[in-house]
């Protein structure tokens, strides 16, 4: 690509995470940021057209969202590295792509090593070299905070959101607090901005009840931050009146001290001796988590083939049987069906039902 066109850049989707991202990439590097279109069939049905057939369906998707972008005229992709096939997910899409003919520059943002302020700035620097590090600092401060303030909102929203009287409350002002988010340009304002819609969603009348049906929800983290990938699952258990808990955000993965090997070990034991890699671990570990603070089900969820999370079935399973705790298992791929994954959660939200009735 000419160094004489201008820098159009874009990433792919995966939940809300496109506001902070946006704001890192807009205030450190030299260049305009396009938001690549909202994930539809369209992004799943391009992905897996130009994808190898047993990939993961993460791969899917971001490939998808890829082609989506570079449509739209963008010329400069960014893409997160993680803990397992993930992590070369960056050197085959782009081969995919330059074989599909589309001429741009590929920037891989992240890895699970070393996600510090420092490693982040060396990375940027290589694309932009007139990058200081106190203006990537506070990019980077801004950047966190807007991370920390939708996880915060969105594990609220999760607790309550199927107990609302007025349909439709949490979603309106879940909306509004991303746009005002979006304008943000430094952590105090964040700040303001988060206090402000937590106020607004605790006015937003409910009813709860004392005895409420509580279900977890563990597995791979795409496929659990990214809600079109699991066919809005958290919308779906909230319809029917179910509080939903999920520990696999950005801000637990990226910046919380809790996400550390050593402790996530010690949190698993004595249902795995070693790491299994990825969010295997955590899986186990936070299912032990869930049936000790006393939530009536489990639900696992995995792209198909995701060998962390098959590593993992196994010792939650012995989980489910020790604590007595249901678990439902969901495998995704292309070729699921959504109506397949609605008539499942039913059949589990009538057995929760009758085991609240009997205990």
Do not use: W
């Not at 807007?146 to 409350?169: H, L, M, P, T, W």
């Amino acid at each position: 690509m000419s160094n004489a066109k201008e820098r159009i850049i874009s990433f792919p989707h995966m939940g809300n995470y496109h506001i902070p991202v946006s704001k890192l990439v807009e205030n450190t590097l030299d260049g305009k940021v396009m938001i690549a279109p909202p994930i539809t069939k369209k992004t799943i049905d391009l992905g897996t057209k130009h994808s190898p057939e047993f990939v993961c369906v993460p791969f899917k998707y971001n490939l998808g969202n890829y082609i989506e972008a570079l449509d739209n005229g963008a010329n400069f992709l960014v893409q997160a590295g993680g803990g397992c096939r993930f992590g070369y997910y960056g050197e085959v899409q782009e081969q995919i792509l330059r074989d599909l003919g589309y001429d741009f520059d590929f920037f891989k943002i992240v890895d699970t090593i070393d996600v510090s302020p420092m490693s982040f700035y060396k990375k940027f620097k290589v694309v932009n070299s007139n990058l200081n590090f106190k203006q990537f600092y506070s990019s980077f401060r801004l950047a966190y905070s807007q991370v920390k303030a939708i996880d915060n909102i969105e594990k609220y929203i999760r607790e309550n959101i199927g107990f609302e009287i007025n349909e439709g409350s949490f979603e309106k002002s879940e909306k509004s607090f991303h746009n005002n988010l979006s304008r943000t340009n430094t952590p105090k304002e964040v700040k303001k901005v988060y206090e402000k819609y937590l106020n607004e969603f605790k006015q937003i009348p409910i009813d709860k009840p004392k005895n409420t049906i509580k279900v977890g929800i563990v597995g791979e983290l795409y496929v659990l931050m990214e809600p079109f990938s699991n066919y809005f699952i958290e919308k779906e258990l909230a319809k029917k009146g179910i509080e939903v808990r999920r520990y696999i955000t950005a801000s637990y993965l990226l910046f919380s001290k809790d996400h550390s090997e050593k402790k996530i070990m010690k949190e698993a034991n004595p249902y795995l001796k070693y790491a299994i890699g990825a969010d295997g671990t955590d899986s186990v570990a936070k299912s032990i988590q869930l049936s000790e603070e006393g939530f009536d089900g489990i639900i696992h969820v995995k792209p198909f083939g995701c060998t962390p999370e098959v590593n993992s079935m196994p010792p939650v399973q012995k989980v489910s049987r020790d604590y007595n705790i249901p678990i439902l298992y969901f495998s995704f791929d292309s070729q699921t069906s959504e109506t397949g994954v609605k008539t499942r959660i039913e059949a589990f939200y009538d057995m929760l039902m009758m085991r609240k009735e009997i205990i």
